[in-house]
């Protein structure tokens, strides 16, 4: 795990908001490293996750956190989210009527997190494509 110091931000946290994130991941294992936390890395003030490391999120709320890799790469949003519907899902169809820009796996929402959106898109060499769509309601 790289370590990267905490920086001196703070996200908002609502109950009713959550910040989705979607990705191409190779693997269930990698998938489960990218977002896996480190306890001690947290405990020395380092990010606790590569996801965040990748978008500059010091941490998140397992507690509030749904992580799903599917099977199949698709482009078809209902395909994307299955098993993970814990937002507005109407909302992201609206942004992208049709279909998702490009096939992808992998959906993250951290819940009760906003986002700021300062990093839109990271392609890591090891775990791959990951992209912030927005935040939504929860």
Same mark, same amino acid.
């Given at each position: ?10 996200? +908002?946290?609502?109950?009713?908001? /959550? ?5 191409? /991941?190779? +693997? ?9 936390? @480190?306890?001690? &890395? ?10 965040? $490391? @990748? ?10 956190? $749904?992580? $799903?890799?599917?099977? #199949? ?6 395909? &994307? $989210? ?17 279909? &998702? @820009?490009?096939?992808? #796996? ?17 392609? #890591? ?14």
């Amino acid at each position: 795990m790289r370590q990267v110091e905490q920086l001196d931000i703070s996200y +908002s946290t609502d109950e009713s908001r /959550c910040s989705v994130f979607i990705g191409v /991941c190779k +693997s269930q294992e990698l998938f489960e490293q990218y977002w896996e936390k @480190d306890y001690d &890395l947290l405990e020395d003030d380092y990010i606790g996750f590569e996801m965040g $490391v @990748d978008f500059g999120i010091n941490t998140y709320d397992e507690d509030f956190a $749904v992580m $799903v890799l599917q099977k #199949n790469l698709t482009a078809r949003i209902d395909e &994307l $989210v299955k098993g993970a519907e814990i937002f507005d899902i109407d909302a992201l169809k609206r942004m992208y009527p049709d279909r &998702l @820009d490009r096939p992808y #796996n992998a959906i993250i929402i951290l819940d009760r997190i906003i986002y700021d959106g300062a990093i839109k898109e990271v392609q #890591n060499e090891t775990f791959g494509y990951f992209k912030f769509l927005g935040v939504f309601d929860s």
